[in-house]
């Protein structure tokens, strides 16, 4: 795949790799972290609405401003600073449609409406995903959001 042009900045190529590398830390690393730790500068294949780091060095690596906290073997928060350029971000969306078109099932879908959107303008944003949820979920045991909170469109139906 290409590299990506971003404020005058040659990014990296995404990299098919990098899922594998995130599924095994999913499973090998994240049981293990029971103390605190904040997990920061993610691949941009991990986070297509997030916006590219400051950092120049990190930016041109393809790096995003993100973190995510874990505790007890799981993950607490996370957060990022939006991605609020429409040209970058319709072609990190489109790179993930492909993605999806070639079978990988967390891959972002295209979203037209989205682009128009952050064509309109789209001021600087960040968001932090950290709730009352993740506390129920430390309080029953349970490791899934879906088990603690209302998803009636994500469970599947019981016969």
């Known amino acids: 795949m290409a590299s990506l042009e971003y404020s005058g900045f040659r990014i990296r190529a995404i990299s098919a790799s990098v899922p ?9 690393v994240e049981e293990h972290l029971i103390e605190p730790h904040f997990i920061i500068d993610h691949p941009v294949e991990t986070t297509p609405l997030c916006k590219f780091h400051r950092n120049v060095k990190q930016k041109e ?3 995003v401003e993100r973190f995510e906290l874990f505790m007890l073997g799981m993950e607490m928060a996370n957060a990022y600073s939006e991605l609020n350029d429409p040209i970058v971000q319709e ?12 079978g990988d099932k967390e891959a972002h879908p295209m979203d037209e409406e ?3 959107a952050l064509n309109t303008g789209m001021p600087p944003t ?11 979920m430390v309080l029953t045991g349970e490791v899934s ?5 209302y ?4 469970k599947p139906h019981q016969s």
């Open 91 to 102: 072609t990190l969306l489109r790179q993930q449609q492909e993605a999806k078109d070639a």
């Open 126 to 136: 960040g968001g932090l995903g950290i709730g009352i949820d993740r506390l129920v």
């Open 145 to 149: 959001i879906r088990d603690v909170i």
């Open 20 to 28: 594998s590398r995130i599924r095994k830390t999913e499973e090998f």
């Open 61 to 63: 690596e393809g790096i």
């Open 151 to 154: 998803f009636p469109m994500m």
């Open 114 to 116: 989205f682009i128009e």
